[in-house]
């Protein structure tokens, strides 16, 4: 009890201290929240004790809150939602405890009890208890006799009956005997049982499913049941969410894994699964040994052994995939591969420390045949004339030439049907298309490699024809292995690769054709049928077309992220299909109209910049994400001359030829109806050269600059064999997200459809006044701070002996007509209508350059296909932009981080503007 006196003074002096004075004792009740300020032997006035003991008493009681999990809920289901008064709080009831998830000490309000009674939720719950009821109920109460008993469940007895009853209760219960329950220590020996049995007897592999795995504990022992269950519930999970108790449970697998090794140390899969990872990604030996001591992995030799054995044990896993899919078609990858991880600076003993890989891979499709080397009149796979210049020229006059006339925006226009759609979704996955890593999470299923097969993987440069030869040796030597070179004899199997390897290729099977025995290469190189990869053609067409027109995207870019931002000449993949995709869908919000103001103007910035944005830019976007993975042949085909066009107007060495290669050869094909060629039609997807992509990403990705030659041939076999056994990183590694929000990506896309507008404004008021400065390759742009230009970057016609007549309405030889109205196609030049219909709606200069074009090239590469083959030749030097290059370094995450303003308003009212230009 608190001492009262009135004479002495309060120790917070002040003018609020009135009233007595009382001395805080042992026996005071301080509030918790006052305890560090209120000490035993203070002089409190009246004033002060009531603000920091009473009040404050008050104020905790008053404020408790319910501990109930779903007291919120309830609260907003209850009609006094808003109004605020004091909890009646009680310890949670013992029957409430468990069902509830709450300590024994919790308390809970009224409103709580009552509904946890009434809500389905728990009522279903095993651990639910009823409430007794206090009340008593007249039906349930009889007299016999002079005893007044009462009943549950209208179970009646007497008094004699009841003392009967207890009586013959004991003696069967003297009767029973209860066997204990199972301890947990039995079960875990259980346990470790079954996974025993799993690993060493039935080589099954290590389950990480968690529902799974409680199935098979089950399963396999009765007296498991309900024991991944317990585990579970010790983890809390009413408090926690779904994707906190999913990652939960699979916790809990890997520690029942760990609780059986402790128990056996024979059963390690987990163990052994996570010393590879660790191995993978360049865990020192001290590291994985010291896990190994506290028992989460295998020692780092155990991880050795394992790995010598896989490596050891691959060939036959070769032989066995070959046997498996002999009946089906096989499409095979030969690639180089280079270790970027080790030293490429000079030393004073060394230039370079990069060794040369050569990687063999296989596809197969258990749904497609093999595909024979003769058709069926008997005409074999390969074109004796080799690549037919004239068969080419032919095919695109009768069947290309008048659609070459419109851009691609516009034949695009009539395939969407065929094509996927520029959903947000889509839209993810187009700008990762040069991506390969398999841990990115769009389109997974794309990047899988479960039906692909690496026959080897060996230390050899792969540079000349030779090294080709010698490559694909190593596979027809695993058919010899098999005993069905008749394979080899009849069927044919599919290369897709880059330049280089389409070029050594095809020349090896050219000496062969035309110098049979006398080439000195065996007659198996003629099984090969090599094409240029669609990925090679995709990452090509869109570097050289940004490098190219680098100083428009250049404006682009600073518009974007900032003028002091810098632009890279070689910028990453992933920054470059960036800026291509937001200037394209950029344009295509504004693309009506600006066409609608222009008109008909045959100005050369306008047209340039209509080639570039509805013809070049969406072209190369969609060529392999769209028509190649969709599987429009007819599409892709139309796209791969379109593309030939383009690499040759703009001078790309080699890839002015490559799509010739394929064209010959389709062409050929169509015409002796090769079977082939309808295989092609409805599988064009597997026709890929993503496959070894994909492989090298995930070599990349799992090797360090530490591993030597020996390792990284070693980590290639033993990522083959374990490609399809990812149990354990599906459950545990993190994949890559890529993504760039919706409302991010919309806003990038308004903001570049703003800069052409204000671009093509300043173009049309400077109409007319660009020039060639007496200089017929090079043009001054007025509209881009007076840039000189070369001629190649000006549509088709520019490059053709007849340059566009800005004076004239058409440009075809003796017009007389004197309409007014005319066709510009996307080549520059422009018709009448009727002198177009008379031209059979081809253009006849742009046909003239393109054959002359077909022909210099192919009698050039003919030329180079047929050189004999010499003993020290020197490799030829093949330009190609590589899947897996170096590129210069831009932070892209950072800049899509930067905060973006509303453009909206703006973009609506420059929409506004435009519509009226063309209203007017």
């Known amino acids: 009890m608190e001492i009262e006196t009135t004479l002495n003074v309060c120790n917070f002096y002040s003018t609020d201290c009135k009233g007595k004075i009382r001395t805080i004792t042992e026996n005071t009740n301080i509030p918790l929240t006052k305890k560090e300020i209120i000490l035993v032997g203070m002089k409190l006035c009246q004033t002060h004790y009531n603000r920091f003991i009473v009040n404050e008493a008050h104020n905790l009681e008053y404020n408790k809150s319910c501990s109930h999990p779903k007291h919120d809920i309830y609260k907003t289901q209850s009609k006094n939602e808003n109004k605020k008064s004091k909890l009646n709080l009680k310890k949670v009831p013992t029957r409430l405890i468990e069902v509830l998830g709450l300590d024994e000490f919790a308390e809970i309000c009224s409103m709580c009890r009552k509904k946890t009674d009434k809500d389905p939720e728990y009522l279903q719950a095993e651990e639910y208890n009823a409430p007794i009821s206090k009340k008593e109920n007249d039906d349930n109460i009889l007299n016999i006799g002079n005893h007044t008993y009462s009943f549950r469940k209208d179970v009646l007895y007497s008094g004699e009956e009841l003392k009967q009853f207890e009586s013959d209760y004991q003696e069967i219960i003297t009767q029973l005997t209860i066997s204990n329950e199972i301890s947990l220590s039995d079960k875990i020996k259980k346990m470790s049982n079954i996974l025993y049995k799993n690993q060493r007897v039935l080589k099954q592999k290590t389950i990480y499913d968690p529902d799974e795995f409680k199935i098979m504990l089950e399963e396999a022992d009765a007296d498991l049941i309900g024991f991944f269950d317990e585990l579970y519930k010790g983890t809390n999970p009413n408090t926690k969410s779904e994707k906190t108790n999913n990652n939960n449970k699979k916790k809990l697998v890997s520690l029942c894994y760990f609780l059986a090794s402790i128990n056996n140390k024979y059963i390690n899969g987990i163990k052994a699964d996570i010393g590879s990872y660790l191995e993978t990604s360049g865990a020192s030996s001290s590291s994985i040994d010291t896990l190994a001591n506290i028992g989460l992995s295998v020692s780092r030799r155990t991880v050795n052994r394992q790995k010598t054995h896989i490596s050891e044990n691959h060939q036959y896993t070769v032989n066995d995939y070959c046997l498996q899919n002999i009946e089906n078609m096989l499409i095979l990858n030969i690639d180089d591969y280079h270790n970027i991880h080790r030293r490429n600076q000079p030393t004073l003993l060394k230039t370079h420390d990069i060794n040369h890989f050569v990687t063999i891979l296989l596809n197969s499709n258990p749904n497609i045949p093999k595909i024979p080397y003769y058709s069926l009149n008997r005409i074999p796979i390969h074109n004796p004339k080799g690549v037919d210049f004239k068969l080419i020229i032919d095919y695109i006059d009768v069947n290309f030439m008048s659609k070459l006339g419109k851009s691609y925006y516009q034949q695009n226009e009539m395939w969407k049907q065929y094509l996927s759609d520029d959903s947000y979704e889509n839209k993810l996955e187009f700008l990762t298309v040069h991506n390969y890593d398999g841990r990115v999470q769009n389109q997974q299923e794309l990047r899988s490699m479960k039906n692909s097969k690496l026959v080897d993987f060996i230390l050899h440069p792969l540079h000349s024809t030779k090294d080709y030869i010698e490559s694909s040796n190593i596979l027809f030597k695993v058919f010899e292995k098999i005993e069905q070179e008749d394979y080899l004899n009849n069927f044919v199997i599919p290369t897709i690769c880059d330049w280089p390897g389409q070029v050594n290729l095809r020349r090896a099977i050219t000496l062969r054709l035309n110098k049979k025995e006398n080439s000195g290469i065996s007659p198996q190189i003629l099984s090969i049928i090599p094409m240029i990869g669609p990925l090679h053609i995709s990452l090509n067409s869109r570097e050289t077309l940004f490098q190219q027109y680098h100083f428009f995207f250049e404006m682009i870019y600073h518009d974007l992220f900032g003028a002091n931002k810098i632009l890279a000449q070689k910028p990453k993949p992933r920054l470059i299909n960036l800026i291509l995709n937001l200037t394209f869908y950029g344009w295509k919000n504004i693309r009506d109209l600006i066409i609608n103001r222009f008109g008909n103007i045959k100005d050369v910035e306008y047209l340039m910049m209509i080639d570039l944005l509805d013809n070049s830019l969406p072209l190369t976007l969609d060529i392999y994400v769209k028509l190649f993975r969709c599987g429009f042949f007819e599409g892709y085909l139309e796209s791969i001359i379109k593309i030939w066009i383009l690499f040759q107007r ?21 015409l002796n109806d090769h079977p082939i060629l309808d295989i092609l039609k409805n599988n064009l997807p597997i026709f890929n050269d993503y496959f070894v992509e994909n492989f090298h990403s995930s070599l990349r990705y799992q090797t360090a600059e530490s591993n030597t030659d020996k390792q990284i041939i070693q980590k290639a076999k033993t990522i083959d064999i374990e490609r399809n056994d990812d149990g354990f990183k599906n459950t545990f590694i993190n994949t890559r997200n890529t993504n760039i929000s919706k409302v991010k990506l919309i806003s990038l896309e308004k903001k570049v459809s ?32 007076n840039r000189n230009v070369d001629v190649k970057l000006l549509p ?21 007509s004197s309409n007014s109205s005319n066709i510009i196609l996307i080549c520059g030049h422009s018709y009448h209508k009727e002198c177009l219909s008379l031209l059979n709606d081809k253009c006849k200069y742009c046909f003239n350059y393109l054959s002359e074009s077909i022909k210099t090239n192919i009698t050039s590469l003919n030329k180079r296909l047929s050189k004999p083959l010499k003993d020290n030749e020197i490799p030829e030097v093949t330009e190609d932009i590589g899947l897996d290059d170096d590129y210069d370094d831009e932070n892209i995450d950072s800049l899509l981080e930067q905060e973006e303003y509303n453009i909206n308003n703006q973009y609506e009212i420059q929409y506004n503007i435009w519509l009226n230009y063309n209203n007017m």
């Not at 703009?650 to 169509?670: E, M, Q």
């Not at 088709?796 to 007389?816: G, H, M, V, Y």
């Open 650 to 670: 703009l001078h790309r060495h080699n890839y002015n030829k490559a799509p010739l290669i394929f064209l010959s050869d389709v062409f050929y094909w169509t």
């Open 796 to 816: 088709l016609a520019w490059s053709t002996s007849k340059i566009p007549d800005n004076d004239k309405f058409c440009d075809a030889e003796n017009c007389l």
């Open 754 to 785: 703003l800069y052409l507008l204000s671009l093509f404004d300043i173009i049309y008021h400077n109409i007319g006044k660009s020039s060639n400065n007496n200089n017929n390759n090079v043009f001054e742009l007025p509209s881009f701070n």
